[in-house]
């Protein structure tokens, strides 16, 4: 990854997770989520640890490293995505991709709040932005008298994976702050995730049966392999060089892409306030995107700018 520019990196994770919103819903069938998550997560943290191994990078580390690891895993890869899985079974998929538009806020916040950095007001108003966006795209799904509790149900689910996530992100970037490569981080990250989706899939007594659609191990291999290996780590990469906050910017695009393709593939049909709050949502991201509210919200630039570095341009 350390040979793909900045707008590379960006490119790929938003053409590809702007495609998985979708291939999610090929996986909600007979297999219930958790164990969906868990089959996806376990086939690439496998993958990755491979990849790592053919490098020549080391895959050992202390008990505390692991820890660290199941930290980022558990809420980055494992219960944050059993929840999108859950919140795409009562909305559009785009809706939820939408949703973590709420992202880069939260992650700033959180880096804030944990490494000490001072975020500035423009990043802060994006955010703001962005969730009012949020909450304008939701609003209909929730108001809907036919399908208002299947929209409040969406929504509980997006916020859940949206919190999940954010600390999971956090995670990931405090490991690589400890000096624990990225690809084993990953890997190990990825596995620990798959065994926390199981367990919650175990403690909720959900039926293990693999179905036999061929839509749904071609979306396995699409959500294993590019969704999960690829496009994580570039956006890994991605955050090593710019941060959590400004990283967690991938969600402008991403989230229009994930749009679209419900319109194309899922047949919804957004209102005036969903048009209004993607708009929104995009525009708030946009708006943290600028270069001196990114580097104001970034902790690892910081710690970079401490140590006589600098992190690297696009």
């Given amino acids: 990854m350390s040979r793909f520019k900045n707008w590379q990196l960006f ?12 291939a999610i819903t090929y996986q909600l069938s007979d297999l219930a989520p958790e164990f969906g998550v868990a089959l996806r997560f376990a086939i690439a943290g ?8 053919w490098r020549g990078e080391r895959i050992r580390f202390p008990a505390a490293a692991h ?8 809420f980055l890869y494992g219960v944050s995505y059993v929840c999108v899985y859950h919140a795409e079974r009562y909305v559009a998929s785009g809706l939820v991709g939408v949703g973590y538009s709420a992202s880069p806020l939260l992650t700033g916040l959180g880096a804030a709040a944990l490494f000490g950095v001072t975020i500035g007001a423009r990043f802060i108003a994006g955010g703001v932005l962005g969730l009012a966006g949020v909450a304008l795209i939701f609003w209909p799904e929730i108001v809907r008298p036919a ?17 999940l996530s954010a600390v999971g992100s956090l995670a990931a970037s405090r490991n690589r702050q400890l000096g624990v490569p990225l690809l084993p981080a990953m890997g190990f990250g990825m596995l ?33 392999l590019l969704g999960s290996v690829l496009a994580f780590a570039c956006f ?13 910017t991938v969600g402008v695009m991403t989230p ?16 005036l306030l969903t048009a209004l709050g993607a708009a929104l949502a995009a525009l708030g991201n946009a708006l943290m995107l600028w270069p001196d509210a990114a580097s104001r919200a970034s902790p690892l630039a910081a710690m970079a700018t401490a140590k006589g570095g600098a992190p690297a341009g696009e």
Avoid: K, M, N
């Fill in 147 to 163: 399908d208002g509790e299947r929209g409040l149900l969406g929504a509980a689910f997006t916020i859940a994976s949206v919190l």
């Fill in 46 to 53: 496998g993958a990755v640890l491979v990849l790592a191994l």
């Fill in 192 to 224: 620990y995730g798959a065994v926390a989706a199981a367990i919650v899939g175990l403690l909720l007594r959900r039926d293990f049966a693999l179905p036999s659609q061929p839509s749904w191990w071609l979306s396995l291999a699409w959500l294993a």
């Fill in 236 to 248: 890994l990469t991605l955050q090593d060089r710019l941060g959590p906050g400004p990283a967690g």
């Fill in 67 to 74: 820890l660290a690891l199941a930290l980022q895993g558990c």
């Fill in 11 to 22: 490119a790929i994770c938003v053409g590809v997770w702007g495609t998985t919103w979708h």
């Fill in 256 to 271: 229009l892409i994930a749009l679209v393709v419900s319109l194309v593939f899922e047949g919804f049909r957004p209102d």
